[in-house]
């Protein structure tokens, strides 16, 4: 791999080295962020190192380059590993594409360079970049996207003057044999780098096409698309899951990732007071079935359109005193609505289709877009239910109290064991549930308490599985072996042992609202709050919630750091882009473009409205002579804008007279501009085709001047304008001196003349 420096021309002329800087830095930004999106480290590292070596090398002035052949083959060869990937692995077009536009750029960047291969390095780049916006939403890519625009617009307006600086070095002017030395052209070219111009240009190009972005992202029609599911999984994730299995040995690890926002009304009340107990809980799915540690549902698995089987309508009675959660959803990823039992209501923005089932599960009918903005209402029952509502109730679920009897399936030994101990528990309670019939319901509540009491006050509340055992059934591990676990054991022990002895329960998944932010009187529910619980049913109350889970020490194991408020702040921001951003749709278009239409009415009207009101004021004052506030106010701001007006004048004004006064004016130094000028009034022919040095002599064979006065000049003029070296106050004092000594001489040349005229008139 050959490793040579710059030519001169490359050095001295096109400014080589500053192209290539900030291109390798744009080529590393562009394939940094791809691969954090994907993430994907063996990229990311092998992207970096080339650009690294690339970055050294140029810092010397060298280039290290293999043969154009080998970049050929190595592109085929890139070709080849990608149709692979795209037919074997399993990864999305997108990622594919963008794998392939890395390759190529890694190998282009160890290639001699010619003024194609930039542009094609740097539209390969660009295209990257928009593959990476095909495949992350996340708010950290638009901060990289703005610093990505700068840096691009700064890399094309440094190749733009580079391809002029290439074209003046090429150019041959009329006359000669072939083009001038490099050094000779970049003394009449270019002596110093124009970095301050550049960065002034990069805001007066990158501004306007942010604001162009920023309108073009309000104005185009956007519809939710499914345009990223396992490359985000990381971000699409929560703490919610649809299933509950025990006895994996593991550690859970709990985020604080904001996923909804609740606000809580009943009867005008507010959020903190409004949200009882039973409301605390959004439930997303439930389970009815246990074997094998494992939970799943088997009764009302059947869902129905919610427009084609609305609940019957909630006449007077009904409708008195309800809560209603207003919930803003970040989206999850997946069809489960969570809402509080009993929610007999479900109201959704436009176009979007609700299913639910006779359990009052509620989910997004069809494929749920991952990214998606989501914001619904959901009405609820308050407990306790009389008989009316509980007439509503058995409605939905089509007349019947259970749609099958919950069903638990253990072993044998671990049956007995569990049975034994709940017996133990509730043995009082079982007598007295044998007796007297009518009093079933209120003692299957008092069993399904006792059963809550115990496990609160004998397990403990932990995250660290680790010691489990995957070969015993969990609840049976749990209950006499680990003593310890976190939600799901807990909700899962309480419904076993309530199936057991006859009490019909169920386990509910969802999220539990612990955090209130009076500042928005809202709940925040994050990552961390999802729960698992356990529901009792019994004729008289319908499904009732118990949460068996230690409250106090799960809120001990969420216990967060001092620095939660930093997190806290990033997670509002990500909360909030997804919001507002990511999940901008038509709807939102729609109701933006009506509020602008509104304030821009309003405004209008003002506007107006003001006109006539200064027209009264006018006339007013010709009619009265009488000046009101309004046209007193008026004359004030005019007056105001008047002076400031020239005040702009004068300013300019005087910054013209302090150029006119300082010594190097313009393009030429002021004595010489002055000497110019008297030597054209005596009769000098100046045409702009005439270099400095050819006037000059002009001027000495015509008027008989010293020569080394004016090449003394000239030269002055040469070294300024060319040479970018300011004259020291030495040198324009000894330029002043020959300027007089000149126009003396000139001057006493026209007295000369004007005296022999009149002689000759004698």
Not at 132 to 143: M, Y
Not at 450 to 476: A, F, M
């Amino acid at each position: 791999m050959p490793l040579s420096s710059y030519t001169t021309a490359d050095m001295v002329l096109t400014e080589r080295r500053r192209l290539e800087q900030p291109l390798l830095l744009l080529i590393w930004l562009g394939t940094t962020t791809f691969s954090l999106a994907e993430g994907n480290l063996l990229y990311l590292i092998s992207c970096t190192l080339g650009v690294g070596i690339n970055w050294l090398v140029v810092r010397r002035n060298m280039e290290i380059y293999i043969r154009r052949a080998f970049v050929n083959i190595g592109v085929v060869l890139s070709l080849i590993v990608i149709v692979l990937e795209a037919q074997f692995a399993n990864v999305l077009p997108q990622v594919t594409v963008g794998h392939f536009m890395m390759l190529i750029q890694l190998l282009k960047l160890f290639e001699r360079k010619r003024a194609r291969d930039y542009i094609q390095l740097l539209t390969l780049n660009m295209l990257l970049m928009v593959t990476t916006a095909l495949i992350c939403s996340a708010p950290w890519f638009a901060v990289a996207l703005v610093m990505y625009l700068l840096l691009a617009s700064y890399v094309a307006m440094v190749f733009t003057l580079k391809r002029g600086l290439d074209a003046a070095g090429a150019t041959r002017l009329r006359g000669e044999a072939g083009p001038l030395s490099p050094r000779q052209v970049a003394w009449n070219v270019i002596r110093q780098w124009p970095g301050k111009s550049l960065h002034r240009f990069i805001w007066a190009v990158t501004i306007p096409a942010l604001i162009v972005g920023v309108f073009a992202f309000l104005l185009t029609p956007r519809t939710g698309g499914n345009i990223l599911e396992e490359a985000q999984k990381n971000i699409l994730a929560t703490g919610f899951d649809t299933s509950i299995r025990l006895g994996q040995q593991k550690t859970i690890y709990l985020s604080d990732r904001i996923v909804l926002r609740v606000a809580v009304h009943r009867d005008g009340w507010k959020s903190s007071q409004a949200a009882e107990p039973p409301s605390r809980y959004l439930r997303g799915v439930v389970m009815d079935s246990y074997e094998n540690s494992s939970w799943k549902n088997t009764a009302g698995n059947e869902r129905y359109l919610l427009s084609a089987a609305q609940p019957a309508p909630l006449d007077t009675g009904l409708g008195r005193g309800l809560v209603r959660h207003d919930i803003r959803s970040m989206t999850l990823g997946h069809t489960d609505l969570f809402a509080p039992y009993p929610t007999v209501r479900m109201n959704m923005s436009e176009g979007i289709n609700v299913m639910f089932s006779r359990g009052l599960e509620y989910a997004v009918r069809g494929a749920y877009p991952p990214r998606e903005r989501l914001r619904y209402e959901t009405i609820s029952f308050p407990p306790p239910l009389d008989e009316r509502r509980r007439a509503h109730l058995a409605w939905i679920r089509g007349d019947t109290g259970l749609l099958t009897q919950p069903r638990v399936q253990l072993p044998p030994i671990a049956k007995k064991r569990v049975t034994a101990l709940a017996e133990e528990w509730c043995g009082d309670l079982l007598e007295q549930l044998r007796d007297p019939p009518h009093r079933t319901d209120e003692l299957s509540l008092q069993i399904a308490q006792r059963i809550e009491t115990q496990l609160k006050k004998n397990y403990e509340y932990t995250l660290d599985l680790s010691q489990s055992d995957p070969s015993r059934d969990g609840v049976e591990d749990f209950l006499f072996h680990l003593r310890r676990g976190h939600c799901e054991y807990f909700a899962s022990a309480m419904t076993v042992m309530c199936n057991l002895l006859g009490v019909p329960a169920r386990v509910a998944v969802g999220f539990v609202m612990d955090e209130y932010d009076p500042d928005t009187d809202e709940f925040i529910v994050r990552d961390r709050d999802a729960h698992a619980w356990c529901e009792v049913f019994t004729e008289a109350t319908d499904w009732t919630p118990f949460d068996p889970t230690p409250g106090g020490a799960r809120l001990e194991a969420m216990e967060r750091p001092w620095y939660a408020f930093i997190k806290d702040f990033f997670q509002e921001i990500h909360f909030q882009w997804y919001q507002q951003v990511v999940g901008y749709d038509l709807a939102e278009q729609r109701e933006l473009s009506d509020r602008a239409t509104d304030e821009a009415l309003a405004l209008w009207r003002q506007c107006m409205k003001g006109l006539h009101t200064l027209k009264d004021s006018f006339l007013n004052l010709l009619q009265r002579g009488v000046v009101d506030r309004l046209l007193f106010n008026f004359l004030l701001v005019l007056q105001g804008f008047t002076a400031l007006i020239v005040l702009v004048i004068v300013v300019q004004h005087i910054r013209r007279r302090r150029r006119r006064k300082l010594p190097v004016m313009g393009r030429r130094l002021v004595l010489l501009n002055r000497l110019l000028a008297l030597l054209e009034r005596r009769g000098l022919i100046v045409t702009p085709d005439k270099t400095l040095l050819e006037q000059m002599s002009e001027a000495r064979k015509k008027f008989n001047l010293p020569a080394f006065r004016l090449d003394a000049l000239a030269h002055l003029q040469y070294r300024w304008r060319w040479g970018r070296r300011e004259p020291t106050p030495e040198e324009l004092q000894q330029a002043r001196e020959h300027f007089d000594a000149l126009c003396e001489q000139i001057s006493a040349q026209g007295k000369t003349g004007r005296e022999r005229e009149s002689l000759g008139d004698r």
